[in-house]
Protein backbone atom coordinates (compact mmCIF):
# COMPACT_ATOMS: atom_id res chain seq x y z
CA UNK A 1 0.00 0.00 0.00
CA UNK A 2 0.96 3.37 -0.82
CA UNK A 3 0.11 6.69 0.77
CA UNK A 4 0.55 9.99 -0.89
CA UNK A 5 0.11 12.72 1.43
CA UNK A 6 -0.75 16.10 -0.10
CA UNK A 7 -3.07 19.57 1.09
CA UNK A 8 -0.17 21.16 3.61
CA UNK A 9 0.33 24.65 3.36
CA UNK A 10 1.08 27.79 5.28
CA UNK A 11 -1.64 29.56 6.85
CA UNK A 12 -3.14 32.23 9.75
CA UNK A 13 -4.34 31.74 12.67
CA UNK A 14 -7.83 30.39 13.14
CA UNK A 15 -7.62 29.33 8.84
CA UNK A 16 -8.80 25.95 7.67
CA UNK A 17 -6.64 23.35 5.47
CA UNK A 18 -7.62 20.02 4.59
CA UNK A 19 -5.24 17.44 3.89
CA UNK A 20 -5.69 14.42 1.42
CA UNK A 21 -4.26 10.94 1.20
CA UNK A 22 -4.92 8.93 -1.74
CA UNK A 23 -4.37 5.18 -1.80
CA UNK A 24 -2.85 2.57 -4.52
CA UNK A 25 -4.42 -1.21 -3.80
CA UNK A 26 -8.13 -2.20 -4.05
CA UNK A 27 -8.91 -2.82 -0.36
CA UNK A 28 -8.92 0.54 1.10
CA UNK A 29 -12.02 -0.27 2.10
CA UNK A 30 -10.57 -2.92 4.67
CA UNK A 31 -7.98 -0.74 6.76
CA UNK A 32 -7.95 1.49 9.28
CA UNK A 33 -6.46 5.29 8.22
CA UNK A 34 -5.16 7.51 10.55
CA UNK A 35 -2.79 10.68 11.02
CA UNK A 36 -0.04 11.72 12.96
CA UNK A 37 2.18 14.59 13.26
CA UNK A 38 5.43 15.27 14.49
CA UNK A 39 6.35 18.95 15.18
CA UNK A 40 9.68 20.08 15.14
CA UNK A 41 11.88 18.98 17.88
CA UNK A 42 9.31 16.90 19.39
CA UNK A 43 8.01 13.16 19.11
CA UNK A 44 5.87 11.85 16.63
CA UNK A 45 2.06 12.13 18.31
CA UNK A 46 -1.53 10.55 17.43
CA UNK A 47 -3.56 13.13 15.58
CA UNK A 48 -6.88 11.04 14.45
CA UNK A 49 -8.02 7.61 13.05
CA UNK A 50 -10.97 6.69 11.33
CA UNK A 51 -11.54 2.80 10.94
CA UNK A 52 -12.23 0.26 7.83
CA UNK A 53 -15.69 0.56 6.70
CA UNK A 54 -17.97 -1.85 8.22
CA UNK A 55 -16.35 -1.79 11.68
CA UNK A 56 -19.12 0.35 12.99
CA UNK A 57 -16.72 2.39 15.26
CA UNK A 58 -16.45 6.31 15.60
CA UNK A 59 -13.24 8.25 14.15
CA UNK A 60 -10.87 8.77 17.38
CA UNK A 61 -8.73 12.17 18.07
CA UNK A 62 -5.88 13.44 20.44
CA UNK A 63 -7.77 16.02 22.63
CA UNK A 64 -5.37 18.45 21.72
CA UNK A 65 -7.89 18.60 18.00
CA UNK A 66 -10.69 17.22 19.31
CA UNK A 67 -13.36 19.25 18.07
CA UNK A 68 -11.27 21.12 15.33
CA UNK A 69 -10.26 18.11 13.40
CA UNK A 70 -12.65 16.33 11.22
CA UNK A 71 -11.04 12.81 9.63
CA UNK A 72 -13.23 11.19 7.18
CA UNK A 73 -12.96 8.82 3.79
CA UNK A 74 -14.31 7.93 0.82
CA UNK A 75 -13.51 4.43 -0.12
CA UNK A 76 -14.47 4.96 -4.05
CA UNK A 77 -11.64 7.46 -4.40
CA UNK A 78 -9.72 5.37 -1.87
CA UNK A 79 -8.75 8.52 0.27
CA UNK A 80 -9.20 9.85 3.59
CA UNK A 81 -9.07 13.65 4.53
CA UNK A 82 -8.40 15.75 7.93
CA UNK A 83 -10.44 18.74 7.79
CA UNK A 84 -8.42 21.07 10.21
CA UNK A 85 -10.49 24.07 11.39
CA UNK A 86 -9.37 26.64 14.08
CA UNK A 87 -5.78 26.10 12.91
CA UNK A 88 -3.39 27.30 15.97
CA UNK A 89 0.70 27.85 15.81
CA UNK A 90 1.26 24.65 18.01
CA UNK A 91 -0.83 22.50 14.89
CA UNK A 92 2.40 22.98 12.83
CA UNK A 93 4.40 19.81 11.96
CA UNK A 94 4.97 17.78 9.89
CA UNK A 95 1.32 15.24 9.23
CA UNK A 96 2.07 11.91 8.47
CA UNK A 97 -1.00 9.53 7.24
CA UNK A 98 -1.06 6.28 8.22
CA UNK A 99 -3.00 2.94 7.32
CA UNK A 100 -3.09 -0.69 8.83
CA UNK A 101 -4.94 -3.61 8.17
CA UNK A 102 -8.04 -3.41 10.72
CA UNK A 103 -6.97 -3.89 14.09
CA UNK A 104 -9.46 -3.41 16.95
CA UNK A 105 -8.19 -0.97 20.03
CA UNK A 106 -4.43 0.91 19.77
CA UNK A 107 -5.39 3.40 17.33
CA UNK A 108 -3.48 6.44 19.00
CA UNK A 109 -0.13 4.01 18.73
CA UNK A 110 1.88 4.82 15.64
CA UNK A 111 3.42 1.26 15.85
CA UNK A 112 0.80 -0.51 14.62
CA UNK A 113 0.45 0.98 11.06
CA UNK A 114 2.09 -0.80 8.74
CA UNK A 115 2.23 1.82 6.13
CA UNK A 116 3.46 5.28 6.08
CA UNK A 117 3.05 8.38 3.67
CA UNK A 118 5.89 11.15 3.13
CA UNK A 119 4.51 13.74 5.37
CA UNK A 120 2.95 17.02 4.15
CA UNK A 121 4.27 20.23 5.99
CA UNK A 122 1.25 22.83 7.93
CA UNK A 123 3.22 25.76 8.96
CA UNK A 124 0.04 28.24 10.68
CA UNK A 125 1.45 31.59 12.04
CA UNK A 126 -0.12 33.83 14.77
Known amino acids: VQLQASGGGSVQAGGSLRLSCTTS????????MGWFRQAPGKDREFVSAISSSGSGSSPRYSDSVQGRFTISRDNAKRTVYLQMNSLKPEDTAVYYCVARSHTAGYYFRSSTYSYWGQGTLVTVSS
Open 25 to 32: GSTFRNYD
